[in-house]
């Protein structure tokens, strides 16, 4: 490859806009409250091209039946305390209600309003949908937003799984596009 394409080509990957990036994080469900029973895991992606997160939750063994589910975001230190509802005002859309265990599996457009609830919009979003979007990605990424379904025996929430992303970052695919570069300006000099 001639350098200037191999250098256009590079220079295309770091300028990749880092809200352009399809994003997933996964988390493991603990006991929100004292006594509480409940495990299980959560795989939560996010699709730019559609606005589309889709959270895939499995849980068992709650000491009550379900109520409601959501994410809260954004925990002013990672793993502590309890923060407000983000994503959905209510519950999920069709969130199952009245089992001790279950699967739910579902997207919702963030793209819409109504997939958030106001107060999180204004006070962590700047009163706009593309900041929400960010501050939640962030909250994710940083353990700082909770996956959290409550019961009639913990109403103010059962279990939460705390998310890591498990798609590099943009920066992790620039420094890999910065080294493969490196690795081509070397060997093209040794043949030289």
Not at 97 to 102: C, R
Request: aromatic share 8%; hydrophobic share 45%; charged share 10%.
């Amino acid at each position: 490859m001639p350098r200037a394409r191999l250098l256009s080509a590079v220079a295309a990957v770091l300028l990749l806009p880092a809200a352009a990036a399809a994003q997933t994080w996964t988390g493991t469900f603990a006991p929100e409250a004292a006594g509480a029973t409940g495990t299980g895991s959560v795989t939560i992606s996010y699709d730019p091209g559609t606005f589309g997160l889709t959270m895939n939750a499995t849980w068992s063994g709650l000491s009550g039946t379900t109520q409601i589910a959501h994410i809260h975001c954004c925990l002013a230190a990672p793993f502590s305390g309890t923060v407000g509802v983000a994503v959905t005002p209510g519950t999920l859309p069709d969130f199952p209600v009245g089992v001790m265990a279950g699967t739910y599996n579902r997207t919702v457009n963030l793209n819409d309003p109504a997939s958030f609830t106001a107060a999180f919009v204004t006070n962590f979003g700047g009163g706009t949908l593309a900041g929400a979007r960010t501050a939640l990605f962030n909250g994710l990424d940083t353990q700082r937003a909770y996956f959290n379904i409550h019961t009639t025996t913990y109403p103010a929430g059962e279990i939460r799984a705390f998310t890591t992303n498990t798609v590099p970052e943009p920066s992790t695919y620039a420094l890999m596009a910065t080294g493969l570069l490196g690795i081509g300006l070397a060997a093209r000099r040794r043949r030289g």
